[in-house]
């Protein structure tokens, strides 16, 4: 792959790199993926692009999909093979049951992308919250569990996926959303994560009035632990609506 002068490539390092060595560098952090998540090893995998003014100093012209693609050696042939063989890998999600349905009898429950889906579409329809994204809440929803039919070592397993993906910014936007809703740190996760337990609550209702079953299990280990106005009201909403059909059931 040839790099024109105007436009260098390097990986988002704090050290710098000599312009004569540029081509090296590039080389050996794109064909060695990184599997750590610490800040300091930059995420080996992504690579930044900037284009350099005549005087040697990046621009501030961003760089279109289409550019970074084609600097990183992107080819329309692999990147298409490697979407399909992340989606692939992905199937399971729609097969795989929910643990906690299957531990406590339930026939026919639902899978990861059930689960994930009523999330997103909680996400799609959630009231305006100020300051909230909701496009990013869709897409924390849509990946927060993509790695669990792989593995409990859910960080090494999603390093795989993304590598099957082929890396590039697909790949990492999907380990930045993840890791932001693991880690709790923005109010897109923290929607999220109450959204997580919203769906399970309600799914644990629609599961008592379908199959007859007492699941006051789901409704205690939630408790409490709803962290957003929006999550406490839909959960109180659910909760409502249970007591109410147990009152009538007793009556």
Sequence with gaps: MALNSPTRCAAPLTRSVPSHSTLAFFNRTMLRP?????????????????????????????VGLDESEASIGSSGSSS???AIDFL????SLKT????????????????????????????????????LNRERCIKIAIVHDIAEEKSRREQAALNEMCIVL?????????KELWAEYEN???????????????????QALEYE????KVLDEFFISTAGKFQTELGKSWAAEIISRRNSRVDKSHN
């Design 88 to 91: 692939t890998l992905c199937h």
């Design 96 to 131: 795989t049951k929910r643990k906690g349905w299957i531990n406590h009898g339930i026939k026919g429950p639902e899978s990861i992308a059930d689960h994930m889906y009523r999330m997103a579409l909680m996400s799609l329809i959630a009231g305006d919250v100020p300051g």
């Design 184 to 202: 709790n740190s923005s109010l897109e996760a923290n929607l999220v994560k109450d959204f997580d337990k919203v769906e399970m609550i309600l």
């Design 34 to 62: 990184s599997f750590s998540t610490e800040s300091r090893t930059a995420r080996l995998v992504s690579v930044r692009c900037q284009t350099l003014t005549p005087d040697g100093f990046p621009s501030k012209r961003p």
């Design 166 to 174: 082929g890396g590039g910014m697909r790949a990492e936007e999907i």
């Design 80 to 82: 298409t093979s490697s």
């Design 209 to 212: 009035i379908e199959h007859g």
